[in-house]
């Protein structure tokens, strides 16, 4: 499970930093920027939804939030600070974690910290 929210997230970072898979403008410092996808893996039959948010920051890749619901797990969280984060992401990782363990909604959050190479699963 922790393998597959660290793949998921993986993708993600992937596609956001990739610019030409990436639609849309960039919106305002601050912001979440929030896609949804929903994901049909044919192969394994496995239906998946995926919110990704990532916050729009002008000093660094923002903070990755990864929400993904599917047919074989519950609702997960997956937070990523990219390497490079500033201390605001940083901080907002932190946030982020620490709202999701408090709202007991999550079966699985993972938490990445790739600036203090920190990493946690709960
Ligand atoms: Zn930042």
Redesign the pocket.
Same mark, same amino acid.
């Given at each position: 499970m922790t393998r597959y929210i660290e793949k998921v997230c993986e993708e993600v970072v992937e596609n956001y930093r990739n610019p030409a898979k990436r639609g849309g403008e960039r919106g305002m410092a601050g912001n979440y920027a929030v896609r949804k996808k929903n994901i049909y893996y044919d192969t394994d039959g496995i239906r998946e939804n995926q919110v990704e948010s990532v916050m729009i %920051?002008d000093? =660094?890749a923002?903070v990755l939030k990864i929400e993904t619901l599917s047919s074989v797990n519950p609702l997960s969280l997956g937070i990523e600070v990219p390497v490079g984060? %500033?201390d605001? =992401?940083t901080s907002e990782g932190y946030r982020i974690l620490e709202q999701g363990r408090s709202k007991n909604k999550y079966s699985y959050i993972k938490f990445v910290n790739r600036r203090d190479r920190e990493y946690l699963d709960y």
């Open positions: %920051c000093d =660094c923002g984060a %500033c605001r =992401c």
